[in-house]
């Protein structure tokens, strides 16, 4: 079973930038489409930003724009950076694999930010 740990978030004010990491354990990532969720309180978890296996990217509209995902396959690592961050950008952010069936969830990476 692959492992996920995100790392990286914080409290950063409006305007501010922040990056995100998530390492993940095991050889099948390569393998892997992932990508960055994020769920905020009272809300369903949403999938913001997506890479292939080719490095290809799709970015939700609310986010686009201002978030990058970015991978590394030999460090077993997927990033975002996230910059011009609103008030609405807060919640907690996780990654997986984008497919019908995920791996087991990580901790998540919480990110606040104040207005």
């Known amino acids: 079973q692959v492992q996920l740990v995100e790392s990286g978030g914080g409290l950063v004010q409006a305007g501010g930038s922040l990056r995100l990491s998530c390492a993940a354990s095991g050889s099948i990532f390569s393998l892997n489409p992932m990508g960055w969720y994020r769920q905020a309180p009272g809300n369903k978890r949403e999938l913001v930003a997506v890479?292939?296996?080719?490095?290809?990217?799709n970015i939700a509209d609310s986010v686009k724009g201002r978030f990058a995902i970015s991978r590394d396959n030999a460090k077993n690592t997927v990033y975002l950076q996230m910059n011009s961050l609103k008030p609405e950008d807060t919640a907690v952010y996780y990654c997986?694999?984008?497919?019908?069936?995920?791996?087991?969830w990580g901790q998540g990476a919480q990110v606040t930010v104040s207005s």
């Open positions: 890479i292939t296996t080719a490095g290809v990217t």
């Open positions: 997986n694999k984008v497919a019908a069936t995920v791996w087991s």
